[in-house]
């Protein structure tokens, strides 16, 4: 199971970023899939989260509503986050992870983070 996030990087305040999670070796469309963040200093926080292929039901945590856009490619195996408007406070390290629950029990994966950072 690989899941591999990219995309971070330096921007401005204002400006825009794209994260993809490449994912691999298990069946994606029955995960859902979520973007976290851990700021330094701060405890991991939750960001986003698309839910399974069957549903694509999206959820976000209040301070990236209108700004963060989560979608999913079954193609690709891969679940962007669109981020716009950035502001300094979004700087830190984004993580993805797939989770399933069934009625046997659940699985989760964690990918490695990306670093972004807002700074003029």
């Known amino acids: 199971v690989q899941l591999q996030a990219s995309g971070g990087g330096l921007v401005q305040p204002g400006g825009s970023l794209r994260l993809s999670c490449v994912t691999s070796g298990f069946n994606f469309d029955y995960y859902a899939i979520g973007w976290f963040r851990q700021a330094p200093g701060k405890e991991r926080e939750g960001v986003a989260c698309i839910s399974s292929s069957a549903d694509d039901n999206t959820y976000y945590t209040e301070s990236v509503k209108g700004r963060f856009t989560i979608s999913r490619d079954s193609a690709k195996n891969t679940v962007y986050l669109q981020m716009n408007s950035l502001e300094p406070e979004d700087t830190a390290i984004y993580y993805c992870?797939?989770?399933?629950?069934?009625?046997?029990?659940?699985?989760?994966?964690w990918g490695q983070g990306t670093q972004v950072t807002v700074s003029s």
């Open positions: 992870k797939a989770v399933r629950v069934t009625a046997r029990g659940s699985s989760d994966y």
